[in-house]
Structures are given as structure tokens and as C-alpha cells.
């Protein structure tokens, strides 16, 4: 059975660095576009950052841009998110997902969905 699991969330100080893994079982993810979502109490769940599906390009909210960097491992079948000066309206579980296609920032895009990872900022 395929599956996502996130790890590396944590309680950070604003200004600090964090960084998450998402690692994949199951089956090999090689041919699947990844994304990072991010969901706090109350809100619904916002795209953060994408790539395409063979890579080339990554895709990246305004409000991470130049501050977030996803990157990926094939041959480990897992995808980081570098999470550089946090602030504490960073503060969500942040969840990994899969999609073949479909629109990157759009949710309803993905096909699989790991279990999240709290990070909490402190001001």
C-alpha cells in the first residue's frame, strides 16, 4: 500500500531554520508530481510549494517564496521542505502529497496524502 509519511516538524523560535522529510513507501514515486500543503486550526488547507511531475520547475505560495525550498531525493523516494526564517504565521500541520496530474496548488489534485507534521513558531 502506498504511503507518505512527513516527519521533522517540531516548536521553533521565529527567525529559525526547520526542515521537513516526506518519505515514501509502497511504491516508487519517481513518476509522480510532489506538493506541500499546510493546514492551521481553523483555516482551510493551502498549497505551500509543488514541482512538476518530472521536475524542472518548482512552484512556491507568495507567502514562502524565498523563504521555503522543496527539493527531492529519487533514489531515496523522499522530498524535503528547507523551511528558512519561520515566522509564527507558519504555524500549521504541514502534509506531503502525490498527484499525477491536475493543478498544482489545487488539493483536489493529489492522490495520496501523508498524516502531517505540526511546526509551531513562537514569536
Known amino acids: 500500500q502506498a504511503q507518505l509519511v512527513e516527519s521533522g516538524g517540531g516548536l521553533v523560535q521565529a527567525g529559525d531554520s526547520l526542515r521537513l522529510s516526506c518519505a515514501a513507501s509502497?511504491?516508487?514515486?519517481?513518476?509522480?508530481?510532489m506538493g506541500w500543503f499546510r493546514q492551521a486550526p481553523g483555516n482551510e488547507r493551502e498549497f505551500v510549494a509543488a514541482h512538476r511531475r518530472f521536475g524542472g520547475v518548482t512552484y512556491y505560495a507568495d507567502s514562502v517564496k524565498g523563504r521555503f525550498t522543496l527539493t527531492r531525493d529519487i533514489a531515496k523516494n523522499t522530498v524535503y521542505l528547507q523551511m528558512n526564517s519561520v515566522k509564527p504565521e507558519d504555524t500549521a500541520v504541514y502534509y506531503c502529497a502525490a498527484r499525477i496530474s491536475g493543478t498544482y496548488y489545487s488539493a483536489d489534485a493529489y492522490d495520496y496524502w501523508g498524516q502531517g507534521t505540526q511546526v509551531t513558531v513562537s514569536s
Open positions: 509502497g511504491r516508487t514515486f519517481s513518476s509522480y508530481a
